[in-house]
């Protein structure tokens, strides 16, 4: 419903935050306290637009910025009251501590509430396999020893959490300040924000436009999320002059002189919180209104009594928010014992402090501010040493997440000594996110030459053996580059991954610690792999150094990396690397070591031409995958193993399963676009376009790593030129170029996009750039035969087409063809009839189009071609293949080959006379109907879609001008036009 300009509403405190543990429906516990706000129509609006969208099923997000004390909590807080009686909401604050915000404060404070409304029990069930990666942020899901940090299994619950909750109604998640977002936030908003797709749930974020200095990490952000479909961003507006006239007259209850107005809008600028600040003033007997908004603050904190305004000081280093558990022992170290609770109440009652079920947040972030700033430097740094010591001695006080503001403390207590220790320290608790722990890391290296002996203090730290990182190097800068490296591979930092190890590289001798520098190598080998690059070199001087030992984790980490590298670079060295990895997986009890070795040697199987021995070993290797990533290499490697040999059903039920698998251990998001885009390869073959898409849409959403991001836009490319839509697709292959142009073993890729080249070029009438295509594939490094098979169809039509060399593709398809599994069979009548050109061969082609591993376009196009060698010999014939092959191309969508179709039909054939008009193909279809054949078995007995049946049998009735199919039958028989 459109909003009207009526009376200002009153909802809560101007520019004030909502209490920040808040999640209820509105109607059902009552309005909130009473308070002002007016104007900012078209925000308002827009909000519950977005709102209104959500609540249909059509999530999105809000990015919401303005200046400090522009309303856009106000905004939020009038939002939350306009949700409807089915509408719930939950807010989140993220924290300024030191130089960045506390690690997933906002999330935190979101799953407490949730978990408050609708019960520990339920939101553990709505998280799914995934809930105990939630451990570090709600230790009561859990009993015992806190999981190590996982991160997209964490993202992957939350998401679940989210859309679960927002099935029982719709749902409005509201994250404010987020100028002081952690990088830990950022990753998680990134992942929901793409994964949901359909539920009723809306984010909005707020954060102040005006504090975004160039390099501020926020603002990557607001342009990725700006482009994402169903993001809206609204920039709040000052109030006019009239409007601050009705602000001043609600704060104050009554109406302010002309003069008042004039003076406060000036003084304002319409910046609503500092006009109620000023108003205030007036009424508490300033003689002069305020220069500045922090000059306002003052006036208003100035009302409160010494001790009070003694604790809120001390409560402003906590950041926006502290639990009452540690501002009691806080203030015991202060010796603010007596009087705490009155201190309390007045903060409360003078709109200083909001309190909650567990603590205290600052009704204004401006407020805390001024404040904090406020405090002399020596107080600045002994209370920060209070809070880090506090929570030093007081292990049981929060979270993990709240242990980590003890270095941010220590640090802005210029207690560098102790802040380096604790940064290290703390980085190494294992449920610790990436993102914060990297970041600690970093903190302890820039300070590293400060410190008085860093050596000692680091070889101190209790780090424990982690097999991800192995036994610590011994030389403790290094030590610490490497634990840096791993967090930042497993925080998807990749550049800074790859800095720390070359770093750590350099301080580590080969000859000395020689299994440690083969770890080091193949995180950098993982790292580079991430961007597209091969580092064979690497891995095969980490091999070199772990041959001395015989049986160990190192030798076979390296093993596992190099063999899958050669595998899919298809070098004849991967088969003995897999078979060694086997052998040795085996003898060290490693079931997941084993399943890698068993997919890649099936994988080399598959394309040293005997695809079926290979998918029984990928078949072999599923009992022993049971972590995520290995039962996401089977899925994935088998479905496409089954894709490539023709078995395309097989192929799709792989992929599901794999979804089906890891969805159970809460890393669906995660590995589906690793799968998505193998179900949708075998649907495309077999003419389920529209299904596919759906699929490849939602694999980009969910930001897929760059080789499955390639895969993705291959196969709509490739369906965009089907589909005649040939512009898309060349602007989607031009922008593979970019993504082809690093050095990248992703060569079956390559034929790929190469064949779709060809496909387009012929599109475009080009048949010497298609050949050109197939010129440049047969070159550079070594693809199996059977891998270009793709290529060879446009190149046979370059070649019918008056392009190309017989031989040179006669030679290539004896290579392809030869004992290439049932996938090459079924290719091979189609590319011999492009080499012999003959009727015959058309015709043995058109024969063989009811192999199952032909995909349904390449069928459509032999029929094409059998029209045109048929078309100088019987034209009837040929008009009648033609109309054939144009409705079941139109029917599947190929556009292409309709297009084809319309230029080839020759315009001086007559149409073939048969009885009612009916071509060739209808009286077929019309002699199964007179049988009592269903439409599907029509489609069966003509080796054609259900669909394209039940087309042809609607221009039967309509042709014989009948209304259902027994009178068609019925017409059929007394017309003699069946036997």
């Known amino acids: 419903m459109p909003l009207t300009r009526d009376e200002p509403r009153r909802l809560s405190v101007v520019g004030g935050n909502m209490s920040a543990m808040t999640v209820r429906a509105p109607h059902v516990d009552g309005p909130a306290e009473s308070v002002v706000i007016v104007g900012q129509l078209a925000e308002r609006q827009s909000l519950l637009d977005a709102w209104e969208r959500a609540r249909s099923g059509s999530p999105g997000v809000v990015l919401l910025g303005g200046e400090a004390g522009i ?20 807010t989140g604050l993220c924290v300024p501590l030191g130089e960045e915000g506390l690690a997933l404060a906002p999330l935190t404070w979101i799953l407490r509430e949730l978990v408050a409304r609708h019960g520990l029990t339920t939101v553990r069930q709505w998280a799914g396999a995934g809930w105990p990666a939630l451990s570090p942020l709600l230790p009561s899901l859990v009993d015992g020893a806190l999981s190590p940090h996982d991160r997209l299994q964490q993202f992957e619950a939350v998401a679940r959490i989210f859309e679960q909750a927002s099935a029982v109604s719709p749902l409005l998640i509201i994250v404010e300040d987020l100028h002081w977002v952690d990088e830990s936030t950022l990753s998680l908003l990134r992942f929901v924000t793409r994964a949901m797709l359909s539920a009723r749930l809306l984010i909005v974020c707020s954060f102040r436009s005006d504090e975004l200095p160039r390099r501020h990490p926020l603002r990557p952000f607001l342009v990725e999320a700006g482009r994402q479909h169903g993001t809206l961003r609204i920039d709040v507006t000052r109030l006019s002059p009239a409007e601050t006239g009705e602000l001043i007259a609600l704060s104050n209850g009554r109406t302010p002189s002309p003069a008042l107005v004039s003076l406060i809008a000036e003084h304002s600028q319409g910046i609503p919180y500092f006009v109620t600040e000023l108003a205030t003033a007036t009424t508490v007997g300033c003689l002069q209104l305020p ?47 007596d009087g705490l609770e009155p201190c309390l109440r007045e903060a409360v009652d003078a709109s200083i402090l909001v309190p909650d079920d567990t603590g205290y947040s600052f009704r204004h972030s401006l407020l805390r501010e001024v404040l904090y700033d406020d405090l002399l430097p020596g107080e600045h740094a002994r209370l920060h040493s209070t809070f880090a010591t506090v929570l030093t001695d007081h292990p049981e006080l929060g979270s993990v997440i709240d242990r980590s503001a003890i270095p941010a403390h220590w640090f802005e207590a210029h207690d560098l000594q102790r802040g380096f220790a604790s940064a290290i320290e703390v980085a190494a608790t294992p449920s610790l996110p990436h993102a914060e722990a990297l970041s600690l890391y970093a903190r302890a290296l820039d300070v590293w030459a400060r410190i008085a002996d860093p050596d000692s203090v680091v070889a101190s730290q209790d780090i424990p053996y982690d097999e991800e990182v192995g036994s ?46 083969s770890r080091l190598l193949v995180l950098r080998s993982r790292l580079l792999r991430l961007t597209g690059v091969a580092n064979r070199d690497g891995l095969l001087e980490a091999l070199r150094l772990t041959a001395p030992f015989g049986d160990t984790l190192e030798r076979a980490q390296v093993l596992n990396q190099l063999s899958k590298l050669d595998q899919i670079m298809y070098l004849p060295e991967a ?19 084993m399943s890698d070795a068993l997919v890649t040697l099936g994988g080399i199987r598959c394309w040293t031409e005997d695809p079926d021995s290979g998918i029984a070993l990928m078949e072999s290797a599923q009992p022993l995958a049971t972590q995520s990533t290995t039962m996401q290499r089977v899925a994935t490697n088998l479905s496409d193993a089954l894709f490539r040999a023709g078995l395309y059903e097989e192929a799709i039920d792989a992929g599901r399963q794999g979804l089906d698998a890891v969805e159970k251990l809460g890393r669906e998001r995660e590995c589906s676009p690793m799968l998505l885009g193998n179900i949708a390869e075998p649907m495309l073959a077999l003419g389920r376009w529209a299904e596919a898409e759906r699929l490849i849409q939602r694999g980009l959403d969910l930001d897929a790593p760059l080789s499955h991001a390639r895969q993705f836009h291959l196969l709509l490319a490739e369906l965009r030129c089907w589909q005649d839509r040939i512009d898309e697709s060349e602007t989607m292959l031009a922008t593979l170029t970019g993504m082809f142009g690093m050095v990248s073993p992703d060569l079956q890729l390559t034929m790929t996009a190469r064949a779709t080249r060809a496909l387009a070029a012929l ?137 084809w179709c319309d230029e080839l039909r020759p315009l001086a054939v007559r149409a ?36 394209t049946a039940s087309v042809h049998v609607s221009n039967i009735i309509a042709k014989l001008g009948v209304s259902s199919r027994g009178e068609a039958a019925a017409w059929a028989y007394s017309h003699g036009a069946i036997d």
């Open 291 to 337: 220069d500045t908004l922090r000059d306002a603050l003052s006036v208003r904190l100035s009302r409160l009594s010494d001790p009070t305004e003694r604790l809120v000081a001390v409560m402003s280093v906590a950041g926006n928010r502290i639990d009452h558990d540690l501002l009691a022992l806080v203030a015991k170290a202060e010796g603010l014992v």
């Open 472 to 517: 610590p190097l011994s030389d403790p800068r290094a030590r610490i580059l490497h634990l840096a490296g791993v967090r930042a591979y497993q925080a998807g930092e990749i550049d800074r991954g790859l800095t720390y190890i070359a770093a750590a590289l350099e301080r580590v001798d080969p000859a000395l610690e020689p299994l440690s520098v």
């Open 71 to 90: 309303g856009k909590s106000t905004l939020l807080s009038w939002l939350s009251h306009e949700l409807g009686p089915d509408g719930q909401y939950v």
């Open 912 to 947: 073939a006379v048969r009885p009612g008009g009916l071509t060739a193909r209808e009286v077929e279809v019309l002699r199964l109907v007179a049988e009592g054949r269903s439409n599907s078995q029509v489609g069966q007995a003509l080796v054609i879609s259900t669909k």
């Open 575 to 593: 088969a003995g690397e897999a078979q060694e990895l086997l052998e040795m997986a085996r003898r060290l009890g490693r079931d997941d070591l």
């Open 763 to 899: 599109a475009c009438g080009d048949p010497q750039r298609a050949w050109a295509e197939f010129e440049a594939s047969l070159g550079g490094a070594y693809v199996p035969p059977a891998h270009r098979i793709p290529v060879l169809v446009p190149a046979g039509m370059a070649l019918r087409a008056g392009a190309g060399d017989r031989a040179r593709y006669a030679a290539e398809l004896e290579r392809a063809c030869s004992g290439s599994g049932r996938r090459a069979a079924a290719y091979e009548p189609v590319l011999r009839a492009y080499l012999d050109g003959s009727r015959e061969a058309w015709t043995n082609a058109y024969a063989s189009r009811d192999d199952p591993a032909l995909p349904v376009a390449v069928k459509a196009v032999v029929a094409l071609e059998l029209a045109r060698v048929t078309d100088a010999e019987d034209a009837r014939g040929a008009t009648e293949l033609l109309a054939e092959t144009r409705t079941e191309a139109d029917v599947l969508g190929a556009q292409l080959v309709v297009r």
